[in-house]
């Protein structure tokens, strides 16, 4: 009885050693995985690309609010277009920019300026007698 209690304890002992040691093998992966996500994350943080630029243009009997804007070559721009009356668009052939919205239905399209340069958008809906006038210029630079 007292012989296997001391086995017991031996086994328990080693057991307890062995455990330790696994427990440090463990720690030290623990690190080492805890390090590598660490210096993934700073990675990608880096890598990440800046989110889009929002611009909100509101067009309104018989011009684009605002009837200027400035973006970056380069930069993914967001573009939302809102009417404030009657329905209008805004055509950007250079930029690929095609939109219509009326009052409450807004339109968005996403482009990415290539060249830099001055591109100047129309109306593409008719929408009365100073139709012909509405114009947004966009400015692309580095
Ligand atoms: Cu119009």
Not at 64 to 93: C, N, Q, Y
Not at 118 to 142: A, D
């Amino acid at each position: 009885m007292f012989l296997q209690f001391k086995r017991l304890k031996r086994e328990s002992v080693v057991g307890h050693l062995a455990w330790g040691t696994q427990s440090k093998r463990t720690r030290a992966g623990l690190r080492m995985a805890a390090t590598l996500l660490l210096t993934v994350s700073i990675a990608a943080s880096f890598a990440r690309p800046a989110a889009p630029r929002h611009v909100e243009v509101t067009a309104k009997r018989f011009a684009f609010e605002p009837a200027e804007i400035t973006v970056k070559k380069g930069e993914v721009v967001e573009l939302e277009l809102k009417s404030a009356d009657v329905p209008h668009g805004l055509r950007i052939r250079e930029l690929k920019i095609d939109l219509r919205a009326s009052k409450g239905k807004d339109a968005e399209t996403t482009f990415t300026p290539q060249t830099t340069g001055t591109f100047i958008g129309h109306c593409s809906v008719f929408c009365g007698s100073g139709h012909g006038e509405m114009s947004l210029t966009i400015h692309v630079v580095t």
